[in-house]
Structures are given as structure tokens and as C-alpha cells.
């Protein structure tokens, strides 16, 4: 965990990171079943049965070294210069803000997790969502210029997103998952050991209630419970 003496970007995971992993989430559910190729050298990803959309690669995960590469640093990107405009800008923003693991070409993973990373440049760069490319030893981490801000998170895939992005983040993961509820609406009620979350959406006949219960000696999230509560029914209007 980085807690101990954070970075400027740290504040970018904060605010950024779980938004991220969220798009992520809504991004699979879309294409879950399609099979995809992507052309790196054109800078375009096609999702078979929804069509074609253009792609950017931020860069690659080995996981022999656990290492992540910056896409501009790769020996082939020669070749991929339609894929390579976010990469690019996000080191220089990196220049501009003080990430300086933006400008170096390797990433250790015991350092920064490379979902993370992915999903802070995804928040960067308009909100686009992240697809992880498989190969042999690795995977390509591609940002995919696909509308995903029309689909709704489901309720019951919060649990699940904020767990799963505990185990890809080395940042404090409550401020994370609490800005993120926020983003989404949700007002907060905190205790040392829980947050509660709720939201009452306009024409919803309940109230979405959130509560996350956080490890007091190590900080990590415990567990999400979930549940909704009926409004009560208006009276009828006399005749």
C-alpha cells in the first residue's frame, strides 16, 4: 500500500480508479460472448455482432516479470501510431502533473497495478473503458472509444466492483470507493468501521442502500451488503 507516503497521482486514483473499473465492468457485460481482433496498426478493435470501434493502446502487462510497458515504449510501435494518441498525451500530462510513472518506461507491478493505471488513463481521456487483450505471457491493456455512459451500472454489480478493484489498487481503497459513490450520487454517512451510501433516483419506488464494512486494523473492505427500501406509498387524493 502507498498510503504511507502518497503521490500526486494517488489523488488521480482517488478520484478516477473505481469510475474506471466500473466502465470496465459495463464494457464486458456488452461484449461478453463476442469474440474481438484488434489492428494496432489502424488503431481499430472489432467486437463481432456490435461492429467496429476505434482502440487505443496504453500499453502491456508481462506477467513472467509483473511488469507493465508503456505502449510508446514498445519495440513495435513503430507500427501503431493510430493506437498510440492516448499513451502519448498521458505522458505528458504525466510531465505536467508530477506522475513521473507516466514518463518511465517500465512499471514494476509490486509498485503501481497496471488495471489501475489503465483505468486512471481511460478517466483521463474522456471515460473510455478498458479492454485486457490475452496473449501468450501477457496482455494488451486497449482503451476502446465505445458509448458506455448510456448503459446503468446495476445495483447489485457495485458489490463487485468495489471488491474487485481492492485486490488492483496498492492506494487506500475507502476514499476510492467513497468518491466513487459519490460520483454516483450516492450521499455518505461514515463510521470507523462502515460507510453508508444512499440514493433515491427520480420515479424509483425505493431507496438503494449501501453499506460497506472496513477491517479497522488493516483498512481493506470487509464486505458490501445491499439492499433496497420500499418508500412508503403516497395516500390516494380524496375525490
Not at 463481432?48 to 507493465?68: C, K, S
Not at 505471457?137 to 448510456?150: N, R
Amino acid at each position: 500500500m502507498r498510503a504511507a507516503n502518497p503521490s500526486p497521482y494517488d489523488a488521480a486514483v482517488v478520484e478516477h480508479a473505481v469510475m474506471g473499473a466500473a466502465r470496465q465492468r459495463m464494457l464486458e457485460g456488452l461484449v461478453h460472448g463476442c469474440k474481438w481482433t484488434a489492428s494496432l496498426e489502424a488503431g481499430l478493435i472489432t467486437f463481432g455482432g456490435l461492429g467496429e470501434y476505434r482502440v487505443q493502446v496504453i500499453g502491456t502487462w508481462g506477467y513472467a516479470d509483473d511488469t507493465f510497458e508503456w505502449a510508446w515504449s514498445n519495440p513495435a510501435a513503430a507500427g501503431w501510431e493510430p493506437s498510440l494518441e492516448v499513451a502519448r498525451h498521458a505522458r505528458e500530462l504525466g510531465r505536467q502533473r508530477d506522475w513521473g510513472l507516466f514518463d518511465r518506461e517500465r512499471v514494476a507491478g509490486a509498485w503501481v497495478n497496471p488495471l489501475e493505471l489503465a483505468y486512471v488513463c481511460g478517466e483521463l481521456h474522456g471515460g473510455l473503458p478498458l479492454h485486457v487483450g490475452g496473449y501468450d505471457g501477457g496482455s494488451f491493456l486497449m482503451l476502446v472509444d465505445i458509448p458506455v455512459d448510456g448503459l446503468k451500472l446495476p445495483f447489485a454489480a457495485l458489490s463487485g466492483v468495489l471488491l474487485g478493484f481492492q485486490e488492483r489498487t496498492l492506494t487506500q481503497v475507502r476514499p476510492c470507493a467513497e468518491r466513487f459513490l459519490e460520483r454516483l450520487g450516492y450521499s455518505l454517512e461514515r463510521g470507523p468501521t462502515h460507510t453508508d451510501a444512499r440514493r433515491h433516483q427520480t420515479g424509483a419506488s425505493h431507496i438503494e442502500r449501501a453499506r460497506l464494512r472496513w477491517c479497522f486494523a488493516s483498512g481493506r473492505l470487509d464486505r458490501v451488503e445491499l439492499d433496497r427500501i420500499p418508500l412508503p406509498a403516497r395516500a390516494a387524493l380524496p375525490a
